[in-house]
Each structure stands twice: as C-alpha cells, then as structure tokens.
C-alpha cells in the first residue's frame, strides 16, 4: 500500500472515530435528559462521572485529530477503547442489549482501523 493511500485511510478512519467520540460526549455535557437517563438511570453511573467521561472523549477526539503528538495520542486510542469496552460490558451487565451494540462494535472496527493507519503512517515517516 502506498503511503498516500495510507494517509488517506487513516484520515478518514480518524475522523469517523474521532467525530463518533465527540458526537457521543456532546449531549452528555449538554445534559440533555435522554442522554442522561440512559447512562445515570439504565446503567447506573453517577452524574459526575458521566460529566468525567464526557470531557475525556471530547479530549481524546480532538487530541486524535491534531499531528503530531504521539504520546498524547497513544493514551488518548487507549481511553476511548476503555471506553467502549466499557459501554459495551456495562449495557451487557444490565441487560439492555440491542442494536447499538452493534454499532458501538462497527466504531471500535474503524478505531482499531485508525490506530494500525496510524502505526503505520508513524514508521513510513
């Protein structure tokens, strides 16, 4: 594969990953009543710590789309897998299954396509 093609995946890639985690923490920090019903009420997590979350993928997202940075990123991939690996355990452990498992599977495929793009485009340069 060459290297242009390479950015281009990891690019596209990043953004959808990186938007998805923003897009999710955005009503979270709005406080927007259905957002948080589904997190405090359904999967029991207290207030603050739906804040907490909030703001670190926020963080992460935006730490994903600046260059450079690799340490920072690094640890920012780790916290939004921990993250999903999170939701997903915690809407098993309540059993509350249903299709947005599925797509919190199809993010972490693109996530997990973001960081080998990444790797990848870090031993070209």
Known sequence: MSTKTNNILYWVTTILFAGFMMFTAVPALLKEPESMKMMTQTLGYPAYFVTFISIAKLAGGI???????????????????????????????????????????????????????????????
């Open 63 to 125: 730490v994903l789309l600046i260059p450079g940075l690799n340490k920072i990123k690094e640890w920012a991939y780790a916290g939004m897998f921990f993250d999903l690996i999170g939701a997903i355990y915690s809407i098993y452990a309540v059993n509350v299954l249903d299709a947005g498992v599925v797509m919190i599977f199809l993010v972490m495929l693109i996530g997990i396509a973001s960081y080998y793009f990444w790797n990848k485009k870090k031993t070209t340069m």
